[in-house]
């Protein structure tokens, strides 16, 4: 298992001295404001080698790549989308040339990740994000008119038969991550991706070793789903690329984010189903609380929170090496 930190924008240079000071090898990030990102597109190969490059010299690999933004034309089935496809596609022959393993991307045009809270009040002052469907009840619909569930399956199939025959030549993983809120509509905007069935369905359109899920094990959360039922099903499949870290409380139309320890998760028995699946993949801390010292100019991705995050991460990690190691000396494990 590979613990990672997430870095966009230069209010994240501090965290890149954390992460070295507390092993933390790995980076999930997306150019953005560099020396040729400035000049040249986010899928350019200098704008990648780049970014590839400072994450180097501090000591970091960079293994996922997060944040694409320019496929919206793609979501929406519009005249564009063949050429917002076909930058997809230079992004990942850029990313297989450079060694960037996995790429995050989601299927929600328009709102994209949506919450209608980013002050809640948490546990001693801190913060946290939350959303509420009542909030948005009369949210009236984009420019470009409703878009509805079908169009959606119908734009996602269309763009992986064509990106998956690149992810392949290039062996770079395709992570989709799950609707957040798991909605089933926000202004006039269907939303597809909001249970596990929907998520494993992605992996069937077009089947590949290189088409599987983001397990943000939040929005999973929230769908009411079971969590580590959830990364046992999609691990043993062979389709988790990726995890994010994070837990709620509530339900899909109605739920604040938490702390990593007092959410409606078991993040015991959730961090344990990796184990058990032999996941070797990377996994961040996801949406922390912004906690005392930190500003909420960037809601859930606070340094503070992300230290507290990851030493809650660790400690699970260490408890459950520890009972398996007890496990298999008993002749009981066999995961």
Same mark, same amino acid.
């Given at each position: 298992?590979?613990?990672?930190?997430?870095?966009?924008?230069?209010?994240?240079?501090?965290?890149?001295?954390?992460?070295?000071?507390?092993?933390?090898?790995?980076?999930?990030?997306?150019?953005?404001?560099?020396?040729?990102?400035?000049?040249?597109?986010?899928?350019?190969?200098?704008?990648?080698?780049?970014?590839?490059?400072?994450?180097?010299?501090?000591?970091?690999?960079?293994?996922?790549?997060?944040?694409?933004?320019?496929?919206?034309?793609?979501?929406?089935?519009? =005249?564009?989308?063949?050429?917002?496809?076909?930058?997809?596609?230079?992004?990942?022959? *850029?990313?297989?040339?450079?060694?960037?393993?996995?790429?995050?991307? *989601?299927?929600?045009?328009?709102?994209?990740?949506?919450?209608?809270?980013?002050?809640?009040?948490?546990?001693?002052?801190?913060?946290?994000?939350?959303?509420?469907?009542?909030?948005?009840?009369?949210? =009236?619909?984009?420019?470009?008119?409703?878009?509805?569930?079908?169009?959606?399956?119908?734009?996602?199939? @269309?763009?992986?038969?064509?990106?998956?025959?690149?992810?392949?030549?290039?062996?770079?993983?395709?992570?989709?991550?799950?609707?957040?809120?798991?909605?089933?509509?926000?202004?006039?905007?269907?939303?597809?991706?909001?249970?596990?069935?929907?998520?494993?369905?992605?992996?069937?359109?077009?089947?590949?070793?290189? *088409?599987?899920?983001?397990?943000?094990?939040?929005?999973?959360?929230?769908?009411?789903?079971?969590?580590?039922?959830?990364? !046992? !099903?999609?691990?043993?499949?062979?389709?988790?690329?990726?995890?994010?870290?994070?837990?709620?409380?509530?339900?899909?139309?109605?739920?604040?984010?938490?702390?990593?320890?007092?959410?409606?998760?078991?993040?015991?028995?959730?961090?344990?189903?990796?184990?058990?699946?032999? @996941?070797?993949?990377?996994?961040?801390?996801?949406?922390?609380?912004?906690?005392?010292?930190?500003?909420?100019?960037?809601?859930?991705?606070?340094?503070?929170?992300?230290?507290?995050?990851?030493?809650?991460?660790?400690?699970?990690?260490?408890?459950?090496?520890?009972?398996?190691?007890?496990?298999?000396?008993?002749?009981?494990?066999?995961?």
């Amino acid at each position: 298992m590979k613990i990672a930190y997430s870095f966009y924008g230069e209010h994240h240079t501090p965290l890149k001295h954390f992460a070295k000071q507390l092993g933390i090898k790995y980076a999930v990030t997306m150019p953005q404001g560099g020396k040729y990102t400035s000049l040249v597109p986010p899928w350019h190969y200098m704008s990648l080698r780049e970014l590839k490059q400072e994450m180097e010299d501090f000591g970091m690999e960079w293994s996922v790549l997060e944040g694409v933004d320019f496929i919206d034309s793609a979501k929406l089935g519009l =005249p564009a989308k063949d050429e917002a496809i076909a930058r997809f596609c230079t992004l990942l022959e *850029n990313m297989g040339k450079l060694g960037i393993k996995t790429v995050c991307f *989601n299927w929600m045009p328009v709102w994209g990740w949506f919450r209608t809270r980013v002050n809640v009040a948490a546990e001693g002052g801190a913060s946290v994000t939350g959303f509420k469907m009542e909030d948005v009840k009369n949210c =009236p619909p984009p420019a470009c008119g409703p878009v509805s569930a079908d169009a959606l399956w119908t734009n996602l199939e @269309y763009f992986l038969k064509k990106v998956i025959p690149v992810a392949e030549k290039y062996k770079v993983q395709l992570a989709v991550h799950p609707d957040d809120p798991p909605v089933s509509c926000i202004g006039g905007v269907d939303r597809i991706l909001t249970s596990a069935d929907a998520m494993y369905q992605v992996t069937k359109l077009v089947p590949s070793e290189y *088409n599987g899920i983001t397990m943000c094990q939040g929005t999973f959360a929230s769908m009411g789903e079971d969590v580590p039922d959830c990364i !046992r !099903r999609f691990g043993r499949e062979g389709k988790l690329f990726f995890a994010h870290f994070r837990d709620i409380h509530g339900q899909p139309e109605e739920f604040v984010e938490t702390f990593h320890h007092v959410g409606d998760t078991d993040m015991y028995e959730a961090m344990k189903a990796y184990y058990e699946i032999g @996941y070797q993949g990377v996994m961040r801390p996801d949406h922390v609380p912004t906690m005392y010292g930190d500003d909420n100019s960037n809601p859930g991705y606070g340094i503070n929170g992300n230290l507290f995050a990851t030493g809650y991460m660790l400690g699970l990690m260490e408890s459950i090496e520890k009972e398996l190691k007890i496990k298999e000396k008993e002749g009981v494990w066999n995961g």
